[in-house]
């Protein structure tokens, strides 16, 4: 028989019960409890009771003893001895898989018209968690069997609901069949076992410390195996009534018997980012005199986190979720399930996030011997002008860098051991191999990657585990490997590092038996407290209170438990609660923060949306806005020194000096590698390629047959497109090339009858000499141009010179309005090649300047050529424009900065996002 102690409300319940234990077992300056049972809610609490335990006995000068510790999820197995050794959750749910893979699929489709009767294994897969759940979760721990409610609904007349029962009572006979076969058990059914056969009991005096809540097959355990001990209770004598004889709650009294928080211990904030900031004006009012240790935050919204740790954060204030850090958040879980996505649909996005895994690339970097780094923006590059659909040794094209084509073959041949069909054993060894090559050099002494390195004990546990299951399923994929490991750990955490200067964050069932004198609380919002079951196409919440099975009230009841305990009287609490989510959806305020009933209750929600105060004064506390951070504002560049620009580069620094600043002097631009076909740059490199190369062709030079010229193009077309795109180019591009195709015949029938005109091909992507691109600036001082010419003509008959420059582009435009639009020059480039030509040609005389565009609807808009109509004064203002222009980017002037100029999508997104400039 257990004996009642009620040691009051936290904080100091935890350090009276280390109290009471060491009074009650000391003598002769010894204190020994290792013939006790301490039965704890969590291991934080566990862990903690043990910390005042060692202080009380040290405190007291005892020799202490430690007693056996356990949490209430582990207790049974002290009452009874399983049949057999219990399988882990990874074999469990292998073998309900198994059951699942062994029905009729006309007996699956029983369950329900959402599972198909011919689902994929991964749909298996989820099917055969959400079963396991049911059972170990629901079924089980209310102490009744898949069977019962069959039974239930037979003896109701719901022969249908009775049908899908039956199916779930035959897949759980099979499971436990399969589990049998490899020598294992079902803790669950283990227990239920016990329990029918009256095999429980316990030597040892057993101490329940704050455990509230049983499951009812725990409580029908613990009733039969008589326990002898105390029972420690977090409240005041006068709550006796609220406790059975075991320490737990009791539903109805604490449905009936609400806490509700005062008026002043509440905060309202306006959304996620609001109650951050309501923590910290909390704290700034209230915090001074406590220690870290003394404090404790606590929020049962995970919306609220991330906002609440990083909002805090950037204040100077650290915070450690007591949670841990997700396994899905951890590098190695990221690694399985980039490898799994890239093997399930193996395209260059797929690529690219493989090798910009961080320590998948650090493994490449070493064994490639490639600065670190580098991977991803020479990949992004290269696929930003060769537009590969997968990124192999077979499908990339010649251009390929060395280091890309070095790096394609390594990870095909790194991938190579996941390309075949094996069992789960073989896939563990698989992916042990991988885990070796890529984390073999990971150290425990290593802080900055320490939570790696435990994630990684955790991968390596399940794949142990994984390796160890000889005979359990067939052979399967990587893709079906990989997602059973990934959904093992995907529930797991890595526990965070305390550091001194950190308050601790808790989830909402570890609150209340924390020992903080300062709680602050907040997501306090209808549905995360209290915790709703949500809609169940197995168990409505109507038929879960008739079975016994954890319904929304019993969740009601020990939500509000915990907030009487929360707010004790001998601490500070504060909870916060907001009016809406991350997404701007309108919540509720919780229940439990509000009165019951009547006109109070509409008041305090009048109170809550409007932020209204009572004629006393009796309001919620509205919280204030966070201040928002000010953007620093784009400040004019310092000097630098510029001494050769390009001829296409002076229409950047006319348009916007501070934009010319970003791309010429620091190289800035953006690199996009989720790109699905050529944007207009890579498609007029393409057809400038086919025409270089057609004008280096000595017999295209002198042709006047459209048609040879047309199949002379297609093969250079081609070429150039084998060349650049491989055999692996994304479907959109192999389009795109023959729109390509149709431009250059065009382009093949205007060159034909150009050339019966008289003009002919001259040069061809023409360089001109340095010496003659030189502009001379003031001090003796000039800045050199480089200069490269699409095309020059000389017409056999005049003598005359005519300058040609290509044009892909969709609207086409005269030289006039392209360089001059409103009468100011805005681009230089053709009067730059005058000058530079003449320069280096002193035979010109004649000289034309001229746009040949290869417009995309050529029947409607035939391809024409474009002559500029300048007269000798324009060309020499334009002349003195540009030297203007060398003059002021030799001087490092790079300013102002003109918004409207457009630069670089990404970089004009947040260009203009930026307040008003400064210079």
């Given at each position: 028989m257990l004996e009642r102690h009620f040691l009051g409300f936290p904080p100091g319940f935890l350090a009276e019960a280390a109290r009471c234990l060491i009074e009650q077992h000391s003598e002769d300056l010894r204190c020994d409890l290792s013939q006790l049972l301490l039965v704890l809610p969590t291991s934080r609490v566990e862990r903690r009771l043990l910390e005042l335990l060692v202080e009380e006995a040290d405190r007291r000068r005892l020799f202490f003893v430690p007693p056996r510790r356990v949490t209430v999820g582990s207790l049974p197995e002290q009452c009874y001895q399983p049949r057999g050794p219990l399988a882990e959750p990874l074999v469990r749910r292998l073998a309900f898989l198994q059951a699942i893979n062994h029905i009729a699929p006309q007996q699956l489709a029983v369950l329900g018209p959402l599972i198909p009767a011919a689902a994929s294994v991964l749909e298996r897969e989820l099917l055969a968690e959400r079963l396991l759940s049911l059972w170990s979760d629901e079924i089980a721990v209310a102490g009744i069997r898949f069977a019962t409610v069959r039974d239930y609904h037979q003896q109701n007349g719901a022969f249908g609901e009775a049908a899908r029962w039956e199916v779930l009572e035959q897949l759980h006979g099979a499971y436990l069949g399969e589990l049998e076969r490899l020598g294992l058990r079902d803790r669950e059914e283990e227990r239920l076992v016990a329990c029918e056969e009256a095999r429980l009991h316990t030597d040892s005096p057993v101490v329940l410390i704050g455990c509230a809540e049983?499951?009812?097959?725990?409580?029908?355990?613990?009733?039969?195996?008589?326990?002898?001990?105390?029972?420690?209770?977090?409240?005041?004598?006068?709550?006796?009534?609220?406790?059975?004889?075991l320490g737990c709650m009791v539903t109805s009294f604490w449905q009936s018997t609400p806490v509700r928080p005062r008026a002043e211990q509440l905060r309202i904030a306006e959304n996620p980012l609001g109650q951050a900031a309501a923590v910290a004006q909390v704290l700034e009012e209230f915090a001074d005199g406590y220690t870290p240790e003394e404090l404790t935050l606590g929020s049962p919204d995970p919306q609220v986190i991330p906002f609440l740790t990083n909002y805090l954060g950037r204040h100077g204030i650290r915070v450690r979720d007591a949670r841990g850090i997700s396994m899905a958040e951890c590098s190695p879980l990221k690694l399985l399930s980039i490898l799994r996505l890239h093997l399930l649909q193996p395209t260059y996005q797929t690529f690219a996030e493989l090798i910009r895994h961080p320590d998948l690339e650090r493994w490449l970097e070493q064994e490639l011997a490639i600065a670190p780094g580098s991977l991803p923006t020479l990949s992004d590059v290269y696929q930003c002008d060769h537009l590969q659909s997968s990124f192999t040794p077979a499908a990339v094209g010649e251009s390929v860098p060395a280091p890309l084509r070095a790096l394609a073959t390594k990870l095909t041949d790194l991938l190579k051991a996941f390309s075949q069909e094996q069992s789960l054993e073989a896939w563990a060894e698989s992916l042990l191999e991988l885990f070796r090559l890529v984390?073999?050099?990971?150290?425990?002494?290593?802080?900055?990657?320490?939570?790696?390195?435990?994630?990684?004990?955790?991968?390596?546990?399940?794949?142990?585990?994984?390796?160890?299951?000889?005979?359990?399923?067939?052979?399967?994929?990587?893709?079906?490997?990989?997602?059973?490991?990934?959904?093992?750990?995907?529930?797991?955490?890595?526990?965070?590092?305390?550091?001194?200067?950190?308050?601790?964050?808790?989830?909402?069932?570890?609150?209340?038996?924390?020992?903080?004198?300062?709680?602050?609380?907040?997501?306090?919002n209808e549905g995360c407290i209290p915790e709703r079951c949500g809609p169940d196409a197995f168990l409505p919440d109507s038929l879960r209170r008739k079975l016994g099975v954890t319904d929304d009230s019993q969740r009601l009841a020990r939500d509000s438990y915990v907030l009487a305990l929360l707010l004790g009287e001998e601490r500070k609490?504060?909870?916060?609660?907001?009016?809406?989510?991350?997404?701007?959806?309108?919540?509720?305020?919780?229940?439990?923060?509000?009165?019951?009933?009547?006109?109070?209750?509409?008041?305090?929600?009048?109170?809550?949306?409007?932020?209204?105060?009572?004629?006393?004064?009796?309001?919620?506390?509205?919280?204030?806005?966070?201040?928002?951070r000010p953007f620093p504002s784009i400040q004019a560049p310092p000097p630098q020194q510029v001494e050769r620009m390009s001829v296409r580069s002076f229409a950047d620094y006319l348009r916007c000096p501070y934009r010319f600043y970003l791309r010429h002097v620091l190289r800035l631009e953006s690199v996009d590698d989720d790109v699905h076909e050529m944007d207009g740059r890579v498609f007029g490199i393409l057809l400038h390629d086919v025409l270089r190369s057609f004008g280096e062709e000595d017999a295209a030079k002198d042709s006047t047959d459209a048609r040879e010229l047309c199949s002379l193009l297609d093969t250079l077309l081609d070429r150039t497109f084998l060349t650049r795109f491989g055999r692996g180019a994304l479907p959109a591009v192999a389009l795109q090339r023959e729109l390509a195709r149709a431009r250059l015949h065009a382009f093949a029938r205007w060159q034909a009858f150009d050339r019966r005109q008289g003009w002919r091909i001259a040069y061809i992507e023409h360089d001109i000499d340095p010496l003659h691109t030189c502009l001379a600036l003031p001090n003796n001082r000039q800045m050199q141009v480089g200069c490269r010419i699409d095309r020059i003509d000389i017409h056999q008959s005049t003598g005359e010179w005519r300058i040609i420059d290509y044009k892909t582009g969709d609207r086409a435009q005269s030289p006039e309005k392209a360089h001059?639009?409103?009468?100011?020059?805005?681009?230089?480039?053709?009067?730059?090649?005058?000058?530079?030509?003449?320069?280096?040609?002193?035979?010109?005389?004649?000289?034309?300047?001229?746009?040949?565009?290869?417009?995309?609807?050529?029947?409607?808009?035939p391809l024409s050529i474009a002559q500029a109509s300048w007269g000798f004064e324009?060309?020499?203002?334009?002349?003195?424009?540009?030297?203007?222009?060398?003059?002021?980017?030799?001087?490092?002037?790079?300013?102002?900065?003109?918004?409207?100029?457009?630069?670089?999508?990404?970089?004009?997104?947040?260009l203009r996002g930026l307040p008003e400039l400064s210079s």
């Open positions: 049983f499951k009812p097959l725990v409580t029908r355990m613990l009733t039969q195996a008589n326990l002898v001990g105390d029972c420690f209770i977090p409240a005041p004598e006068r709550f006796a009534a609220g406790f059975d004889e984390y073999g050099t990971l150290s425990a002494t290593d802080r900055s990657r320490r939570t790696t390195y435990e994630s990684c004990l955790q991968v390596l546990d399940v794949l142990h585990e994984l390796a160890g299951l000889e005979g359990v399923g067939s052979s399967t994929s990587a893709v079906e490997a990989l997602s059973l490991v990934l959904h093992a750990l995907s529930t797991r955490r890595v526990p965070p590092t305390a550091l001194d200067d950190e308050i601790e964050l808790l989830g909402w069932l570890e609150l209340p038996l924390d020992d903080a004198e300062l709680l602050i609380v907040c997501g306090l609490t504060f909870l916060i609660a907001g009016r809406r989510n991350v997404l701007g959806e309108v919540l509720q305020p919780s229940r439990l923060l509000l009165p019951a009933e009547g006109r109070a209750l509409a008041e305090a929600l009048l109170r809550f949306y409007e932020g209204a105060a009572d004629a006393d004064g009796s309001t919620f506390f509205l919280a204030k806005a966070p201040t928002a001059c639009p409103k009468g100011d020059w805005v681009d230089l480039q053709l009067p730059l090649y005058d000058l530079f030509i003449r320069r280096a040609f002193s035979q010109v005389t004649q000289l034309a300047l001229c746009y040949l565009w290869l417009p995309a609807d050529f029947e409607k808009k324009d060309l020499q203002r334009a002349t003195q424009v540009a030297h203007e222009v060398a003059t002021a980017v030799s001087n490092g002037v790079f300013w102002p900065y003109h918004r409207d100029h457009p630069f670089d999508p990404a970089l004009d997104e947040i």
